[in-house]
């Protein structure tokens, strides 16, 4: 057993069973690429690294061999390895991956120039059907230039697909690892998503008491990020709105930051999605707000609460298919479900996930999907919970 095989599926399995080829080309961004194929193998990949002649300048073949377990392509042989791993043939890669990818490879991958092991095999691969991924790094002056954009755009006519860059000063460097492995998933999943346009909404809203105290409800927005990812995986248009928070934002998806229920309001007003999800925490009231700061001598102080707006309403009057959330605690599970359908009816919403608080864990989480009149229990991790509630909404 080689020792990179101890990693592979410790973050998830949602490349399991996948062969990907690794191009690597003669960027600096090349140096990166032993995390990235190891990240790859945490999410259940097999990966197969290949490097050009400006990429060993920078990177070895044994470093590569090392982090994958796999023999590093620097030449092709006798063993037709373009063929074997891109030709129309049984057992070939799930998906070339050049990352990171030149100026010079993209070019010379959109005439159909074959003069290096990553463009032999994008050639084949191309010609053959193997879905292609493009991570570009090079000079901002190169990204700009006409023809290479002239070239990504060929490119992107016949279904590769780019995945960054970034733009720092004057670089246009190579996407961030998260990023790539994310888009790896999406273009290998089944896509029940693509071409939607789909809005989280999570966290939880604060209202302020006076200038210094906020209420508010918890919530850690750790729902609404697994939603957003694997929206995302299934290749929908995602757009996350989000309250307060403890969970890392990604960076590539677009998101609205929102303090409060009229900072959220706001927004709603400009909603033009096909679907949205809420797992939100949000407040049922709010307050006229002191000025200044309450004093803290005082023993006691009244505070006057009043109705918020809900926004699920709201948000159905601009959006077609509405998910609601609908947390209860400490309830029997028929009360759950009465609570989710008088919510499904009040609401108009197209399905209520619920859950009892006591069934809501570190990382794991137990729902039940109503939708019209039946249910369906859902429990596993939140990562494999909101998988199961993007297969569920696909069919709304």
């Known amino acids: 057993m080689h020792p990179s095989e101890a990693i592979v599926g410790t973050s998830s399995s949602l ?3 996948r062969k990907i080829v690794l191009g690597i080309t003669g960027s600096i961004a090349a140096v ?6 190891r990240d790859l193998m945490r999410n259940g990949a097999r990966v197969i690294p290949v490097l050009t002649p400006e990429a060993q300048k920078l990177v070895t073949p044994y470093s590569m061999a090392f982090a994958t377990g796999e023999e590093t392509i620097t030449e092709l042989d006798g063993r037709v390895q373009h063929v074997s791993l891109m030709g129309d043939v049984q057992g070939r890669a799930d998906l070339l991956l050049i990352a990171p990818c030149t100026a010079n490879t993209i070019s010379k ?18 010609g053959s059907g193997v879905p292609v991924l493009i991570a570009p790094a090079m000079h901002g002056a190169m990204f700009n ?23 720092e000063g004057k670089k246009a460097k190579i996407a961030l690892r998260d990023e790539i492995v994310h888009a790896t998933i999406r273009k290998l ?48 248009d995602v757009e996350l709105w989000m309250g307060r928070c403890s969970v890392p934002l990604p960076s590539f998806i677009p998101t609205e930051r929102f303090e409060n229920l009229a900072d959220l309001s706001v927004l709603v007003s400009k909603a033009d999605h096909d679907l949205a999800l809420v797992p939100a925490a949000l407040s049922d009231f709010t307050f006229e707000a002191s000025r200044g700061k309450l004093p803290s001598e005082a023993k006691r102080t009244v505070l006057q609460l009043k ?70 229990v ?16 696909s069919g709304l």
């Open 378 to 393: 859902l429990e596993g991790s939140k990562d494999e919970v909101a998988m199961m509630i993007i297969e569920e909404v």
């Open 189 to 236: 999943s089944p896509g029940s998503l693509r071409g939607r346009k789909v809005l989280i909404v999570g966290g939880s809203s604060a209202e302020s008491m006076d200038d210094m105290r906020l209420i508010t409800n918890r919530g850690t927005g750790e729902t609404a990020v697994a939603l957003t990812l694997a929206a995302y995986h299934q290749g929908a």
């Open 15 to 17: 490349l399991k069973g």
């Open 109 to 126: 991958i959109a005439c159909g120039i074959d003069d290096t092991t990553v463009t032999t095999m994008a050639t084949v691969a191309l």
């Open 307 to 376: 109705s918020a707006p809900k926004l699920l309403p709201l948000l159905r009057e601009k959006v077609p298919k509405v998910v609601g959330f609908k947390a209860e605690s400490g309830v029997e599970e028929r009360v759950l479900i009465s609570e989710a359908r008088a919510s499904l009816r009040r609401n108009g919403l197209s399905a209520v996930a619920a859950n009892d608080l006591k069934d809501v864990g570190p990382g794991r989480t137990r729902i039940v999907y109503v939708k019209g009149r039946g249910k369906k």
């Open 32 to 37: 990166e690429c032993f995390e990235m194929a």
């Open 145 to 167: 230039n006409p023809m290479v954009a002239e070239n990504m755009d060929k490119l992107r006519k016949i279904g590769v697909e780019f995945v960054g860059p970034r733009f």
